[in-house]
T-cell receptor, first 119, second 109 residues
Framework: GAVVSQHPSRVICKSGTSVKIECRSL??????MFWYRQFPKQSLMLMAT?????????EQGVEKDKFLINHASLTLSTLTVTSAHPEDSSFYIC???????????????FGPGTRLTVL | EDKVVQSPLSLVVHEGDTVTLNCSYE??????LLWYKQEKKAPTFLFML????IEKKSGRLSSILDKKELFSILNITATQTGDSAIYLC?????????FGQGTRLTINP
């Protein structure tokens, strides 16, 4: 099956610093990558969708200047949390999909997640 | 607004019991209904359901979709402690997934 990796798996940082999280598709070309956030005991909330080579589409309520997404290649997307604050502490999960034929749903493959703690 | 609602939110049973988890959805441009199991990390894929009335099975797990009632269930028979997890269902649009809030299942020995 398709494999998606994330790095780092866990990061602790001071308030005000920026943190970059990488998401890589290891054995397929991901035309679309998704970034989710999950707070404790809550479900996955989609933050943004990014297509390779174009600007990310952010969900309502997600600040695009705070959560910078770069999808520079078909195997790598990065999420940078700028000027992180304690309320940004969360579990961030990326997923990747490849464009398929037909009109069906394009399956997403999830990375293992990154736990961010902002002190 | 797209939404997916799961019930119950939490369920505690004894090993060997059978459980049924529920998922209702209202998702525009609906393509499929997906079930995931989440332990400590990212969700792992269980089932994708696209057609009504066709049961999908994998070992002790099975799932079915009712596109008329906009509803799906996930059944787990002869539960084991390793089944303890959060079970998520998601409605799939062409690209996006809309997740429910999950059911936290605890299996006691």
């Amino acid at each position: 099956g398709a494999v998606v990796s994330q790095h780092p798996s866990r990061v602790i940082c001071k308030s005000g610093t920026s943190v970059k999280i990488e998401c890589r598709s290891l054995d397929f070309q991901a035309t679309t990558m998704f970034w989710y956030r999950q707070f404790p005991k809550q479900s996955l909330m989609l933050m943004a969708t990014s297509n390779e080579g174009s600007k990310a589409t952010y969900e309502q309520g997600v600040e695009k200047d705070k959560f910078l997404i770069n999808h520079a290649s078909l195997t790598l997307s990065t999420l940078t949390v700028t000027s992180a604050h304690p309320e940004d502490s969360s579990f961030y999960i990326c997923s990747a999909s490849a464009r398929g034929g037909g009109i069906g749903y394009n399956e997403q493959f999830f990375g293992p997640g990154t736990r961010l703690t902002v002190l | 607004e797209d939404k997916v609602v799961q019930s119950p939110l939490s369920l505690v049973v004894h090993e060997g019991d059978t459980v049924t988890l529920n998922c209702s959805y209202e998702v525009t441009n609906f393509r499929s209904l997906l079930w995931y199991k989440q332990e400590k990390k990212a969700p792992t894929f269980l089932f994708m359901l696209t057609s009504s009335g066709i049961e999908k099975k994998s070992g002790r797990l099975s799932s079915i979709l009712d596109k008329k009632e906009l509803f799906s269930i996930l059944n787990i028979t002869a539960t084991q402690t390793g089944d303890s997890a959060i079970y998520l269902c998601a409605g799939a649009q062409a690209q996006k997934l809309v997740f429910g809030q999950g059911t936290r299942l605890t299996i006691n020995p």
